[in-house]
């Protein structure tokens, strides 16, 4: 590890990040670890995701195990590569006396704070936004903070109140995608950074070469690749990753004791299909195409970066649910044929004859085709459609002249309430209240739990409106 340390870095952070599969040489880990290790900003331009993020990460990780710091570091992030940045973190931390939590939800971040029982928080931009609205997470008690894909955000303006309150000298991390916006991204968030990564003024870049990809959730990457294997069926398989985090997890869902199968950090061998689990800059996309044809996993957000690097793009598509009722649809019609070609059925042709004469013959078929699927038994009637559930109408006392919208509505329901999203109706924004339609049954619940909270800095008053629970642009009762 004497390396490693050369670069500010305790011994167990340098374990951690060896373990992922970086070296001292690395530029990115000589350019990143110091100025983090240091307390210095810094911004790193990369493809999307949290396997590049080690280098800064393992930066701040041993800063603030040597006592660095004046408070909590609080790592933001799109929702969506929310357990991808806390795995990150977790790893990072091992072997350190460092207290990590990865929120979510509120309640118990909150209870922790409150404790001052948190070193490392890592949140989706959402949720530090409604614990800062509470007054729970405080900008100006926080030591650092770490802004991971600002340009995957689902809204870039949602912690603008706790970054204002974070103190000018305290230390920011930004890292992000879009080469494009990072300029203006490191003013916004990250001023005099020394910035990584981030192409020569002037130069414009290029998709490198043609690519298939696969849309696939963050966490659904490692079934991504085993349904790969079943539809391409390659004599040579390797899959390529950034780092070393997702391995156990790629190989769980990989056949064991394949030859032929590969998992790689760094350059990929020869092999008739190239996997990049994390995508790759265009540098090693480069590489990656020489050793064979490329599949890249796009999640969700990094479709525009996968675009920029390759082109032209084949989106390969896996079956599903579909796929599977169609196949079993062409193997029905396979028996049938064979009937048909072993010859005419004669007694079951005597039998159907008097049908025949009275209903047309393909009626009489299809007739058959439903009992035969049906094992025999009699369709049952159709069921009668479900009545659809009733609804109410909550009363919050926040509105569009007090800057809310509806996604602060969303948020605060399904992070601090923890009601489903697919619960929630039709949310009716007034000049100074919002009506939002959800179940009759939980109603009374969830309007005192929002009864209190705080929304764009602002109190509110929330209750059950009283009158028929039916679409209505009518005010609740008190309102007007």
């Known amino acids: 590890m004497t390396d ?23 530029p990115r880990v000589r350019e990143a670890v110091p100025t983090a290790a240091r307390g210095h900003n810094l911004a790193v331009v990369a493809p999307p995701g949290p396997a590049y993020g080690g280098p800064a990460l393992a ?30 973190m977790k790893a990072l931390l091992k072997g350190t006396e460092l207290r990590l939590e990865v929120a979510r939800g509120t309640a118990r971040v909150a209870r922790r704070l409150k404790a001052g029982t948190l070193d490392v928080l890592v949140a989706a931009a959402e949720t530090a936004a409604s614990l800062a609205a509470r007054g729970t997470l405080k900008g100006e008690a926080l030591g650092a903070i770490v802004i991971a894909g600002p340009d995957r955000w689902t809204d870039s303006d949602v912690v603008v109140p706790l970054m204002q309150d974070f103190p000018r000298d305290r ?21 005099k950074a020394l910035v990584l990564g981030l192409p020569p003024a002037g130069t414009v870049s290029a998709a490198v070469g043609p690519a298939r990809t696969l849309a696939v959730a963050w966490d659904r990457r490692p079934a991504g690749i085993a349904g790969l294997l079943e539809v391409l069926d390659p004599q040579s398989l390797v899959v390529w990753t950034a780092d ?30 190239v996997v990049a689990f994390d995508l790759p800059d265009g540098e090693r996309l480069g590489q990656l195409l020489q050793a064979g044809q490329v599949v890249l ?68 078929a299809a007739a058959l085709y439903d009992l035969w699927v049906g094992a025999g038994t009699k369709a049952a009637p159709p069921a009668a459609p479900a009545e659809s559930p009733t609804t109410a109408k909550i009363f919050v006392g926040v509105g569009r002249s007090d800057g809310a919208t509806p ?56 209750r059950v409106d009283r009158g028929p629970a039916r679409p209505s642009t009518r005010a609740p009762r008190g309102a007007r």
Do not use: M
Request: hydrophobic share 45%; aromatic share 4%.
């Open 244 to 273: 070393r985090s997702q391995h156990g997890a790629i190989a769980a869902a990989l056949p064991a004791g394949d030859p032929t199968i590969r998992v790689v950090t760094g350059d990929a061998p020869k092999a008739e299909v």
């Open 407 to 462: 996604n602060d509505l969303v948020a605060i329901l399904t992070k601090d309430v923890r009601v489903s999203r697919e619960k929630i109706g039709r949310i009716e924004l007034r000049d100074g209240y919002t009506l939002v339609e959800l179940p009759a049954q939980d109603a009374e619940r969830i309007a005192s739990a929002l009864n209190g909270t705080t929304i764009r800095r602002k109190r509110v008053v929330a």
């Open 297 to 364: 996993l796009v999640p969700p957000g990094a479709e525009t970066y996968a675009a920029r690097i390759a082109a032209p793009c084949r989106p390969l598509r896996l079956p599903g649910p579909g796929d599977a009722a169609a196949d079993a649809a062409a193997g029905r019609r396979a028996t049938v044929t064979r009937a048909l070609e072993a010859g005419p059925p004669e007694g079951a042709l005597l039998a159907l004859a008097p049908l025949f004469e009275r209903h047309d013959a393909t009626a009489v």
């Open 59 to 88: 930066g701040l990780a041993s800063r603030l195990a040597g006592g660095g710091g004046e408070g909590p570091a609080l790592l933001l992030c799109p929702e969506v590569e929310l357990e991808g940045w806390g795995g990150l």
């Open 171 to 191: 230390q920011r991390i930004l890292l992000v995608s879009a080469s494009d916006r990072a300029a203006d991204l490191v003013e916004r968030y990250a001023r």
């Open 4 to 26: 490693f340390e050369q670069l500010h870095l305790s011994d167990s952070t340098a374990a951690a990040l060896a373990a992922l599969g970086w070296t001292a040489d690395d």
